[in-house]
């Protein structure tokens, strides 16, 4: 097993209406959201971003950090698990023209509309089977996407994971270290189907084998 460490600190943060979003979210609004289709990303915000588009703020900080702390080379190559509309996949290719990359994600809808710069690098595709050869990546990263699926389905695509990188991985789960935590958890997910305490995501991590740095989603 990897490191737990915050490799998303840079990503801008704003305080979440928990209460009121507990309040208002109906189990329509998740299945809605669990589709993964113009709904959530481009939809009303109780079922998904509310138009999810590219802004620089977000992700350039961050592939930075990612770059550094994994010390990647011009020509390393690096996958996407849960791509959505490419945007990390696009401030990397900026930051790194000779990268190469990928990424796949469940939503077909979040492919077809890619930015052009990343179109070329994306696909449709599904975490616990991810469509690439062993040992084809130097870094593979995967933000907020194993948790929504079941728990053998969670084990399955870590392994998944373990298996195509060469080198590092880093992921973000939806976690909870306290009961205040999981209350808020409960009210602000929309498509986590798995989410545990961070001794169990640990407890799991070391049952199937992933050695790759992780950290947690924590609603607050």
Known sequence: MGQEINLMDLYPSSK???EERGRLITDDHREVARQFGKGYFDGDRLSGYGGYRYHP????????????????????SLLDVGCAKGFMLHDFKELMPNLTMAGIDISEYAIEHASELVKPFVRQGNAKDIPYEDNSFDLVISINTVHNLEIEECKQALREIQRV???HAFITVDAFRTDEERRHLGKWNLTARTYMHVDDWKRLFDEIGYGGDYYWFIAA
């Open 16 to 18: 979440r209406p928990i």
């Open 165 to 167: 990188t060469r080198k």
């Open 57 to 76: 703020r977000f992700w350039q900080d961050t592939v930075q950090r990612f770059r550094n702390h994994y010390q990647l080379s011009e020509e390393a």
